[in-house]
Protein backbone atom coordinates (compact mmCIF):
# COMPACT_ATOMS: atom_id res chain seq x y z
CA UNK A 1 0.00 0.00 0.00
CA UNK A 2 1.49 3.46 -0.76
CA UNK A 3 1.15 6.04 1.49
CA UNK A 4 -1.89 7.88 0.25
CA UNK A 5 -3.89 4.35 0.49
CA UNK A 6 -2.56 4.42 4.15
CA UNK A 7 -3.50 7.44 5.33
CA UNK A 8 -7.15 6.68 3.50
CA UNK A 9 -6.55 3.54 5.55
CA UNK A 10 -6.53 4.83 8.30
CA UNK A 11 -9.24 7.74 8.25
CA UNK A 12 -12.07 5.31 6.93
CA UNK A 13 -11.11 3.29 9.73
CA UNK A 14 -11.38 5.94 11.92
CA UNK A 15 -14.58 7.72 10.79
CA UNK A 16 -16.19 4.07 11.16
CA UNK A 17 -15.36 3.55 14.75
CA UNK A 18 -16.82 7.20 15.49
CA UNK A 19 -19.78 6.12 13.71
CA UNK A 20 -20.35 2.93 15.84
CA UNK A 21 -19.60 4.79 18.71
CA UNK A 22 -21.72 7.53 18.24
CA UNK A 23 -24.53 5.05 16.51
CA UNK A 24 -23.86 2.91 20.23
CA UNK A 25 -24.34 5.94 22.21
CA UNK A 26 -27.69 6.50 20.77
CA UNK A 27 -28.54 4.02 23.34
CA UNK A 28 -27.03 5.97 26.29
CA UNK A 29 -23.64 5.97 27.69
CA UNK A 30 -23.91 3.27 30.23
CA UNK A 31 -25.35 0.47 27.46
CA UNK A 32 -22.49 1.78 25.28
CA UNK A 33 -20.13 0.70 27.72
CA UNK A 34 -21.97 -2.41 28.47
CA UNK A 35 -21.79 -3.21 24.51
CA UNK A 36 -18.59 -2.57 24.34
CA UNK A 37 -17.57 -5.25 27.32
CA UNK A 38 -19.77 -8.16 26.08
CA UNK A 39 -18.13 -7.86 22.24
CA UNK A 40 -14.43 -7.87 23.95
CA UNK A 41 -15.66 -10.36 26.55
CA UNK A 42 -18.55 -12.78 24.35
CA UNK A 43 -17.47 -12.62 21.15
CA UNK A 44 -13.46 -11.48 21.65
CA UNK A 45 -14.01 -7.91 19.44
CA UNK A 46 -12.04 -4.82 20.50
CA UNK A 47 -13.05 -1.37 19.73
CA UNK A 48 -10.35 -0.59 17.72
CA UNK A 49 -10.49 -4.16 15.94
CA UNK A 50 -14.19 -3.55 14.62
CA UNK A 51 -13.16 -1.89 10.64
CA UNK A 52 -11.04 -5.02 10.45
CA UNK A 53 -13.72 -7.56 12.33
CA UNK A 54 -17.13 -5.54 10.89
CA UNK A 55 -19.17 -8.97 9.34
CA UNK A 56 -18.08 -10.37 13.40
CA UNK A 57 -18.79 -7.01 14.50
CA UNK A 58 -22.20 -7.34 13.18
CA UNK A 59 -22.72 -10.78 13.76
CA UNK A 60 -21.99 -9.83 17.15
CA UNK A 61 -25.06 -6.94 17.47
CA UNK A 62 -27.67 -9.24 15.73
CA UNK A 63 -26.73 -11.94 18.12
CA UNK A 64 -26.79 -9.57 20.98
CA UNK A 65 -29.96 -7.13 19.68
CA UNK A 66 -31.33 -9.87 17.19
CA UNK A 67 -33.86 -8.06 14.93
CA UNK A 68 -33.42 -4.73 16.67
CA UNK A 69 -29.93 -4.52 15.57
CA UNK A 70 -31.24 -3.25 12.28
CA UNK A 71 -32.11 -0.04 14.13
CA UNK A 72 -28.75 0.53 15.61
CA UNK A 73 -27.14 -0.69 11.90
CA UNK A 74 -29.33 2.21 10.25
CA UNK A 75 -28.03 4.59 12.91
CA UNK A 76 -24.37 3.31 12.80
CA UNK A 77 -24.88 3.97 8.27
CA UNK A 78 -26.50 7.37 9.06
CA UNK A 79 -23.50 9.00 11.10
CA UNK A 80 -21.07 7.18 8.67
CA UNK A 81 -23.14 8.79 5.79
CA UNK A 82 -22.75 11.90 7.57
CA UNK A 83 -18.76 11.48 8.01
CA UNK A 84 -18.17 10.10 4.61
CA UNK A 85 -20.31 12.70 3.16
CA UNK A 86 -22.87 13.63 0.26
CA UNK A 87 -20.82 12.17 -2.49
CA UNK A 88 -21.31 8.84 -1.63
CA UNK A 89 -22.95 5.98 -4.04
CA UNK A 90 -24.76 2.67 -2.68
CA UNK A 91 -26.69 0.86 -4.53
CA UNK A 92 -27.26 -3.04 -2.90
CA UNK A 93 -27.21 -5.53 -5.74
CA UNK A 94 -30.65 -7.11 -3.94
CA UNK A 95 -33.58 -4.56 -2.04
CA UNK A 96 -32.03 -6.14 1.41
CA UNK A 97 -29.41 -3.41 2.58
CA UNK A 98 -26.86 -5.02 4.25
CA UNK A 99 -24.50 -3.11 7.02
CA UNK A 100 -21.05 -4.83 5.86
CA UNK A 101 -21.44 -3.81 2.08
CA UNK A 102 -22.86 -0.42 3.44
CA UNK A 103 -19.43 -0.10 5.02
CA UNK A 104 -17.38 -1.48 2.06
CA UNK A 105 -19.33 0.84 -0.32
CA UNK A 106 -18.88 3.86 2.22
CA UNK A 107 -14.85 2.90 2.20
CA UNK A 108 -14.55 2.93 -1.43
CA UNK A 109 -15.92 6.34 -1.76
CA UNK A 110 -13.35 7.35 1.31
CA UNK A 111 -11.10 6.25 -1.77
CA UNK A 112 -12.82 7.84 -4.82
CA UNK A 113 -12.54 11.25 -5.33
CA UNK A 114 -16.63 11.81 -5.84
CA UNK A 115 -19.43 9.47 -6.33
CA UNK A 116 -23.26 10.56 -6.16
CA UNK A 117 -25.53 8.35 -4.09
CA UNK A 118 -28.02 7.01 -5.60
CA UNK A 119 -30.62 5.02 -3.12
CA UNK A 120 -34.83 5.87 -3.22
CA UNK A 121 -33.87 6.09 0.80
CA UNK A 122 -30.70 7.32 2.27
CA UNK A 123 -29.84 4.95 5.23
Request: net charge negative; with cysteine; aromatic share 10%.
Amino acid sequence: MSTLELQRDYNFRKLLLEAVDEGLSSLGDSPKKAIYFHLERNFGIKKQDIPDRIEEFTEAIEKIFGHGARILEICIMKHLFEKVGDNFLYVPETDVLLFTEYVKAASDAQNLSRIHFSRQERP
